[in-house]
């Protein structure tokens, strides 16, 4: 037993006495439907950020807590609201900047959702709505860790602490690198803990150690001036849906694994994962196979892949005898950490273009990037938050890898490149984060607080 052994069993009791009112007050930021895309009310945000705001100020934590929105870059335009919060490190303590964002995904068709999304709803220990988990979950983790830690340290806090809840994430993060240089000085920090990512289970904990980078572009395929009679041309000419269709097969192979000349992958070991689980998460019926090569984790954290996620052709109601001249299609590709989105975007653009069947004409616009991240494991914060995360779930964590991007992790690291990373979440493989029926494992919300807070500690407790 050590001297700090009272302080984190009184961390421990302070986290279990918040926890009803932390799913309270999570539950009334669900019910704020901040949906930061354009189509949707945008008061909302502002509510929204409000709302976070007022939490962060009742912590009693911070010097200054702010609403805050930056330009978006090459336009006249402001972001949506951010909230910042800071207080100043003192006696040689480090400062620690706390991340998660306040906006959310659109709902999607809302017959799908089994209780409405924006009304929280607790079934078999998952609290439902959309945001509950992402990033509404990650926002209440922050706040709760730090009632927990005030209560525990009182006055002798001497952590610094910066909490930046962002308002569009869901929507491209179009102001966050200037909002990071816009508040360079208050963000600065030597740790930072961006609650966005998930967990190996609901009860396992994990540290993200690699994100996938994604580029996104929209492809027109054109073959004729205009549509004709398919019975007077077709069999002589080509319509663009059929040079389309053999166009995007030459993407894959046929085990479906990507066959892109100049996409990379990473070597690296992936923890085991059985396919019975693959089935059952992703809902892959019996009888239809899985894609691509190797551990099935290594095709997900550390292989590239391409999705056709968008086609604008005529639709089955409208359909006739017509040879279409002109198809759009989305194509959305995953890019293996190591290689920047950039470049597997020209590898892509290069391959299309060299394999445009019948001379089709191909046009590339709404080209979109977002750089993959290797978390670099060495700092000492590593350690302090696999401590922490150990006694908070009872369970050792895992280092993960995420098919999915977190593109702004890339900004961080350019603006601030001396603060070591910690990427940690709340949401397991069940939480169906932008799908409908978004839900979070209550006893997961629990250990995530526990084990930030544990961290806060710790992180309170070094001298630098
Ligand atoms: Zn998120």
Redesign the pocket.
């Known amino acids: 037993m050590t001297s700090e052994t009272p302080r984190k069993d009184a961390v421990h009791e302070a986290v279990a006495t918040g926890i009803p009112t932390a799913l309270a007050d999570l539950g009334a930021l669900v019910r704020i439907p901040s949906i930061a895309w354009p189509a949707f009310d945008q008061t909302q945000l502002q509510r929204s950020a409000e709302a976070v705001a007022a939490l962060a100020e009742a912590t009693g934590v911070f010097d200054r807590v702010e609403v805050k929105r930056s330009r978006i870059p090459g336009t006249e335009e402001l972001g949506q609201p951010a909230v910042l919060a800071t207080r100043a490190a003192r006696d040689g303590r480090p400062t620690v900047l706390l991340y998660a964002?306040h906006d959310v995904q659109p709902t999607g068709d809302d017959a799908l959702w089994e209780t409405p999304p924006f009304e929280p709803t607790v079934r078999d220990g998952r609290l439902y709505g959309r945001g509950a988990a992402?990033?509404k979950a990650g926002v209440m983790v922050h706040i709760a860790a730090l009632r927990a830690l005030r209560e525990v340290v009182g006055d002798d806090l001497s952590l610094g602490v910066a909490l930046f809840i962002e308002g569009e994430?869901?929507y491209g993060s179009r102001s966050f690198g200037q909002f990071l240089a816009d508040n360079a000085d208050a963000l600065r920090s030597d740790v930072i803990v961006v609650a966005?990512s998930g967990n190996w289970d609901a009860t396992t904990p994990a540290l993200t150690v690699s994100l996938r980078g994604n580029t996104r572009f929209t492809l027109t395929v054109r073959t004729l001036d205009h549509a004709s009679h398919s019975g007077m041309f077709g069999g002589a000419v080509p319509d663009a849906l059929l040079a389309t269709v053999k166009l995007l097969a030459t993407l894959w192979d046929d085990d479906g694994a990507v066959a892109v000349e100049g996409l990379v992958e990473r070597d690296a070991q992936t923890p085991e994962y059985a396919e019975a689980t693959l089935r059952g998460e992703a809902g892959l019926p019996e009888g239809v196979q899985t894609i691509g090569r190797g551990s099935i984790l290594g095709r997900i954290w550390n292989k590239p892949s391409i999705t056709v996620t968008g086609i604008d052709a005529t639709s089955v109601a409208a359909a006739s005898n017509t040879l279409a001249p002109e198809i759009s299609v989305v194509v959305s590709a995953r890019v293996a950490p190591g290689q920047r989105a950039e470049e597997a975007y020209a590898a892509l653009e290069t391959h299309l273009r060299a394999h445009a069947p019948f001379g089709a004409q191909l046009t590339f616009s709404d080209v979109d990037f977002g750089d993959a991240f290797l978390v670099d494991t060495s700092g000492w914060a590593v350690g302090l938050a696999r401590t922490a995360l150990a006694e908070g779930y009872g369970v050792e964590p895992v280092d993960i890898g995420v098919g999915g991007s977190i593109p702004f992790i890339a900004d961080l690291v350019e603006q601030f490149p001396d603060a070591q990373i910690l990427v940690t979440g709340i949401e397991d493989p069940h939480t169906r984060?932008h799908s409908p029926n978004e839900s979070l494992h209550l006893d997961t919300f629990r250990r995530a607080v526990l084990s930030e807070a544990l961290l806060l500690q710790l992180l309170d407790a070094r001298t630098n």
Request: proline share 0%; glycine share 0%.
């Open positions: 964002h992402d990033d994430e869901e966005d984060a």
